[in-house]
């Protein structure tokens, strides 16, 4: 298994929530990181990524502010720190791993097109 997402659950809105992904030391140190999502009935979208080299991110526009990407490059992990959650937040939240920075930035404008690698998701329910 390449990379692996958890911490999902369910949190009211307004409510924080911190999502964990181990990334596999074959992949890591050379592939930016990013985080997507689907809802129900929905077409999956990018939430943020974050590159393996530089530490720039990028964030879609509707959850910049309250979205933060980081890695941490001595566990092999990265984060999604999910605040000031809303209930249009609620999807399966996924991660993936792209060798390119420029094509993961891409992809999370397009939904994930040219990701690499892909672990499993955790779903994520924001309801009071």
């Known amino acids: 298994v390449q990379l692996q997402a958890s911490g999902g659950g369910l949190v009211q809105p307004g409510g924080s929530l911190r999502l964990s992904c181990t990334v596999s030391?074959?992949?890591?140190?050379?592939?930016?990181i990013g985080w997507f999502r689907q809802a129900p009935g929905k077409e999956r979208e990018g939430v943020a990524c974050?590159?393996?080299?530089?530490?720039?991110?990028y964030y879609k526009n509707r959850v910049k502010g309250r979205f933060t990407i980081s890695r941490d490059n001595s566990k092999n992990m990265a984060y999604l720190q999910m605040d000031m959650l809303r209930p249009e937040d609620t999807a399966i939240y996924y991660c993936?791993?792209?060798?390119?920075?420029?094509?993961?930035?891409?992809?999370?404008?397009?939904?994930?097109?040219?990701?690499?690698?892909w672990g499993k998701g955790t779903l994520v329910t924001v309801s009071s």
């Open positions: 993936a791993a792209g060798r390119s920075w420029y094509n993961t930035r891409e992809s999370i404008k397009n939904g994930g097109i040219g990701m690499d690698y």
């Open positions: 030391r074959l992949i890591y140190d050379e592939h930016a």
């Open positions: 974050l590159s393996a080299s530089d530490g720039s991110t």
